[in-house]
T-cell receptor, first 111, second 116 residues
Framework: DAKTTQPPSMDCAEGRAANLPCNHS???????VYWYRQIHSQGPQYIIH???NNETNEMASLIITEDRKSSTLILPHATLRDTAVYYC????????????FGKGTMLLVSP | EAGVVQSPRYKIIEKKQPVAFWCNPI?????LYWYRQNLGQGPELLIR????????DSQLPKDRFSAERLKGVDSTLKIQPAELGDSAVYLC??????????????FGPGTRLTVL
């Protein structure tokens, strides 16, 4: 699986958009970009995934560059409950492919 | 809908003692995972089950770790004997493999193990 690079930490004001970047320059053509987050003392939670098109769901938006070497997770209106570690993972489509978690980005949302 | 259930939530033992963790996945999920998460790190896969078959146990330290998945539902992860370096959070996750599906895993809250 391709390796990802994320900043170790980011800050965001409550109500503002949080934009979390991820580099995955070695991603292969059949690999997807997944985002999970982990709130303190909880297990990771799936957020969103994409292949090459931008994706949006009720939690977030995922913007993938045309060359697929990087992506950005967008939380449009961050709340205090969005404070968590966010993991960007490159993996195959199904559960037959392993999710390899890095250290992620610690997002702190402040009042 | 009930999520992934794990017990106990916390466990403190002395080194060289045995310990066991239990996981009940989401009903109907055929794939079950055990991860270990060290402080400040992301989760690392220990073992993956497809129904009752362990299909990926390459990262499981087999000299002291063992796991089983009874009738393709509940699972138990055991450490015997525990070492100081085994202190970590042990996470269980499950997913439903289906045609056209994607890699969404549902995680339990984890068991925090402290080895003294």
């Amino acid at each position: 699986d391709a390796k990802t690079t994320q900043p170790p930490s980011m800050d965001c004001a409550e109500g503002r958009a949080a934009n979390l970047p991820c580099n995955h320059s070695t991603i292969s053509g059949n690999e997807y970009v997944y985002w999970y987050r982990q709130i303190h003392s909880q297990g990771p939670q799936y957020i969103i995934h994409g292949l090459k098109n931008n994706e949006t769901n009720e939690m977030a938006s995922l913007i993938i560059t045309e060359d697929r070497k990087s992506s950005t997770l967008i939380l449009p209106h961050a709340t205090l409950r969005d404070t968590a570690v966010y993991y960007c993972i490159v993996s195959g489509r199904s559960g037959y492919s392993t999710l390899t978690f890095g250290k992620g980005t610690m997002l702190l949302v402040s009042p | 809908e009930a999520g992934v259930v794990q017990s106990p939530r916390y466990k403190i033992i002395e080194k060289k003692q045995p310990v066991a963790f239990w996981c009940n996945p989401i009903s109907g999920h055929n794939t079950l995972y055990w991860y270990r998460q060290n402080l400040g790190q992301g989760p690392e896969l220990l073992i993956r089950y497809e129904n009752e078959e362990a299909v990926d146990d390459s990262q499981l330290p087999k000299d002291r770790f063992s796991a089983e998945r009874l009738k393709g539902v509940d699972s138990t992860l055991k450490i015997q004997p525990a070492e100081l370096g085994d202190s970590a959070v042990y996470l269980c996750a499950s997913s439903l493999e289906s045609t056209g599906g994607y890699n969404e895993q549902f995680f339990g809250p984890g068991t925090r193990l402290t080895v003294l």
